[in-house]
């Protein structure tokens, strides 16, 4: 959301809006595997990594909400590093939280579930939005043969 913000207030370029996401994204790979091998080790236990984790990106956001028409292109770009601190040690902790204290029968349902929901999630977000299959539509009346004209013929059939 970022760059749709900086685009249309500040003038910047898509490169220029695009770039501010690049400190998130190089702390995040920077301290994702650190992160995991923690939790592997029992060094630090999961709930605490992601407790961690969500107050850092909190903050984050309490920071960003501070941020008006005068700040500069280096606060977005750490903003968003820090940012991607607290998101590098949530990546996987809320998905390994249940399954830890949990049955080998509801162990295998628990990582079923992303699959399932991310599926229905497709399924109903898809017929929601009209697509006609011609490219042109007008959403000005109630009839689908007047929203989605149908596609014109290159070659008269017999």
Do not use: K
């Not at 939280?97 to 628990?110: D, E, G, Q, V, Y």
């Not at 599926?119 to 539509?137: I, N």
């Amino acid at each position: 959301m970022i760059p749709q913000l900086l685009q249309p207030l500040y003038g910047y370029r898509a490169i220029d809006a695009g770039l501010v996401l690049g400190p998130g994204a190089f702390v995040i790979t920077l301290l994702a595997p650190p992160g995991a091998q923690l939790v592997q080790r029992h060094i630090i236990q999961p709930r605490l990594l992601l407790f961690g984790a969500v107050l850092v990106v909190g903050i984050t956001f309490l920071h960003y909400s501070h941020f008006n028409l005068e700040t500069d292109y280096n606060h977005y770009a750490w903003a968003r590093a820090l940012q991607g601190l607290g998101y590098a040690f949530s990546l996987c902790r809320l998905r390994l939280l249940p399954i830890r204290s949990s049955s080998r029968a509801r162990t295998t349902r628990l990582l079923r579930l992303p699959t399932f929901s991310g599926t229905g999630a497709a399924a109903l977000v898809s017929p929601s939005s009209p697509r006609c299959p011609s490219g042109e539509a007008t959403f000005t009346s109630q009839s689908w043969e007047e929203i989605c004209p149908p596609p014109r013929r290159l070659f008269n059939s017999r």
